[in-house]
């Protein structure tokens, strides 16, 4: 049955050959992408890395070298984000710190955040999931005032906007992503921007020091990528996504990856799909304006509140429902609809166990975020949804909440 992977980037065929010939021959393709990153982000410099948590090393631990103050050991980040933004802050040798989310924006809750004792802060990190941008300017304001550093990470918002400014644009450095799941992907990739001279020398510095990727791992994932192009596709996804060996919608945590440079085979993938990012986040942004309006009218589900003067670009559209086990049934039903939709990361930061012996007992206390982990859903909206789709994922949600779940022989598949 054919079926709708969770998020995902449409890389036509055509453009595997325009990107290989691009990566294989074209010396500056990598610059060139850089440059295209730093313009979009409203900053005047960018280096390409060989992913979005090892970039994040490099940012965390450049800002300590340019802060040279030893005290500043605690980086403070959002208590419902990615597993790989701790496991980056313990990799450059800092502390983790969590700060509660507002689960209605899912960004930081200010009033806490304020009220920090930023003393012995590196700096703040920023979230912007499912693209959705967080209270950015707000967020700046505030680590201006406390003297911290800002790094916004924009791994699921390249493409996003709040106060008419890009997301990854705010604060001191700036990250993307090209993984799997984000706006635009070369499988791997992570990019890193600043304006700040200090910054930018001592990230320069560890960059040119990372080991280059070995063409045989590029070629490896040049391969990965046409097998993602390929079964992402509805048809094939249905037929694949059970498959243990691709390991689909796995949250696990991981802090062993290598801190490598970016390939400019890779590059010519991202560059590529970078020039149709407006279509795909205007594909993806009409899938989740329709599904929330199809949703509006069924009560039980909350909609997650964009903030004033934010664009959204979303990866997925997040909504919340009463609880774990009424999610468990809403999944299910989608399921047997066809629709991939997932629980997002299972648990917030501080219920994390490999993470436990790294946090103090006062960033235990994250209810928002704990409540988000146990009560998010998230919907697919890339261009592979069919055009009546939110109709149907209303439809099949409205009748699971009638109790019909249970017997899916009523459940129809939104694709078919
Ligand atoms: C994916 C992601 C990262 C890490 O990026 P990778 O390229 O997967 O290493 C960091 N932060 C957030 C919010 C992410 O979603």
């Not at 969770?6 to 992408?33: C, N």
């Not at 004792?117 to 703040?124: E, G, M, P, Q, Y």
Request: hydrophobic fraction near 45%; glycine fraction near 8%; charge should be positive.
């Amino acid at each position: 049955m054919s079926y709708l992977a969770p998020a995902g980037t449409p890389i036509p065929l055509a453009l595997f050959g325009t990107a290989l010939l691009q990566g294989l021959r074209e010396p500056d393709v990598a610059d060139r992408l850089a440059s295209t990153l730093a313009r979009h982000s409203g900053h005047s410099r960018s280096w390409l890395i060989s992913t979005g948590r090892a970039a994040m090393v490099v940012a965390l631990e450049a800002m300590r070298e340019v802060v040279q103050d030893p005290r500043r050991t605690e980086v403070i980040v959002p208590g419902y984000t990615c597993y790989s933004v701790p496991a980056s802050v313990l990799r450059a040798g800092l502390k983790p710190r969590l700060c509660d989310i507002d689960p209605r924006t899912l960004s930081l809750n200010l009033d806490r955040l304020r009220q920090f004792d930023f003393s012995r802060v590196l700096a703040i990190v920023t979230a912007n999931l499912y693209g959705v941008p967080n209270a950015l300017a707000e967020i700046e304001a505030i680590a201006r005032n406390a003297g911290v550093l800002m790094l916004d990470d924009a791994a699921q918002a390249l493409g996003a906007q709040y106060a008419g400014r890009p997301a990854g644009g705010f604060g001191d450095i700036g990250l993307y992503s090209f993984d799997k799941g984000k706006n635009i992907t070369s499988m791997d990739g992570g990019a890193l921007v600043t304006s700040h001279p200090a910054l930018a020398d001592a990230i320069d510095r560890r960059h040119r020091s990372l080991a280059p990727t070995p063409a045989s791992k590029s070629g490896i994932t040049v391969i990965k990528l046409l097998a993602y192009s390929l079964l992402l596709q509805p048809r094939l996804y249905g037929i694949v996504r059970r498959a243990p060996f691709l390991g689909l919608g796995k949250t696990v945590y991981e802090d062993s990856y290598p801190l490598l440079q970016y390939h400019r085979v890779l590059a010519g993938f991202a560059g590529q799909l970078y020039a149709r990012l407006p279509e795909f986040t205007a594909t993806r942004r009409n899938n989740a304006n329709a599904l929330a309006l199809a949703l509006r009218s069924i009560r039980g589900i909350d909609q997650v509140e964009l903030l004033d003067s934010s664009v959204p670009g979303f990866t997925r559209l997040p909504v919340l429902v009463a609880d774990q086990s009424l999610r468990a049934k809403l999944i299910d039903a989608l399921d047997h609809a066809g629709v991939g939709a997932t629980t997002s990361y299972p648990k917030a930061l501080s219920d994390v166990p490999e993470l436990a012996a790294h946090l103090q007992a006062e960033d235990l206390a994250i209810p928002g975020a704990r409540q988000v982990a146990d009560r998010i859903v998230t919907l697919p909206v890339h261009p592979y949804c069919p055009p009546d789709y939110a109709l149907r994922v209303a439809r099949t949600l409205e009748s699971a909440f009638a109790g019909s779940a249970g017997t899916h022989n009523n459940t129809r598949s939104v694709l078919s």
